[in-house]
């Protein structure tokens, strides 16, 4: 049966795409969370791709919430942005923002700069995810 526009709408809604991120970031978070009580079978490199990924769908969720698309995808561009949108983002989630950015090198061509967290750092990384992820969840669930 062929949906109507309505329905059509309402799949590609802000609102519709903010939930999905959230779904998609949750599930990711179980993996890196989960590093925290017991070793994971995967290595520190992989876990931190994964964090990187946590984090972008948060703060995409949160800006769909509002009804905008993001236009950066680098941790702090897309922190900065996502901040001034909602006042409510802390410090200690900039912070979070900071440490995935120190270790991203999206632009090089040749992969010098590319580094990887300690796992102390993944550690604070991913405590940190699990703060933004609460804060996200808080403002999705107006919805």
Same mark, same amino acid.
């Given at each position: 049966?062929?949906?109507?526009l309505?329905?059509?709408?309402?799949?590609f809604?802000?609102?519709?795409?903010?939930?999905?991120? $959230?779904?998609? +970031?949750?599930?990711?978070?179980k993996? =890196? %969370?989960?590093?925290?009580? !017991? /070793?994971?079978?995967?290595?520190?490199?992989?876990?931190?791709?994964?964090?990187?990924?946590?984090?972008?769908? $948060?703060?995409? +969720?949160?800006?769909a919430?509002?009804? =905008? %698309?993001?236009?950066?995808? !680098? /941790?702090?561009?897309?922190?900065?942005?996502?901040?001034?949108?909602?006042?409510?983002?802390?410090?200690?989630?900039?912070?979070? +923002?900071?440490?995935?950015?120190?270790?991203?090198?999206?632009c090089?061509?040749?992969?010098?700069?590319y580094?990887?967290?300690?796992e102390?750092?993944?550690?604070?990384?991913?405590?940190?995810?699990?703060?933004?992820?609460?804060?996200?969840?808080?403002?999705?669930?107006?919805?």
């Open positions: 049966m062929e949906k109507s309505q329905e059509l709408e309402g799949e809604s802000t609102e519709a795409q903010a939930k999905s991120l $959230l779904k998609d +970031a949750q599930g990711y978070m993996v =890196i %969370e989960g590093h925290l009580q !017991t /070793p994971s079978r995967f290595d520190v490199p992989l876990l931190h791709n994964i964090a990187n990924i946590s984090f972008e769908k $948060l703060l995409v +969720a949160l800006l919430y509002y009804g =905008i %698309e993001a236009l950066n995808h !680098t /941790p702090m561009a897309l922190f900065i942005e996502a901040s001034k949108t909602d006042t409510g983002l802390t410090e200690s989630m900039r912070q979070t +923002a900071k440490y995935l950015q120190r270790h991203e090198s999206i090089s061509l040749d992969g010098t700069g580094s990887v967290p300690t102390d750092e993944l550690h604070v990384i991913i405590i940190g995810l699990i703060e933004i992820r609460a804060f996200v969840e808080g403002r999705l669930a107006e919805l």
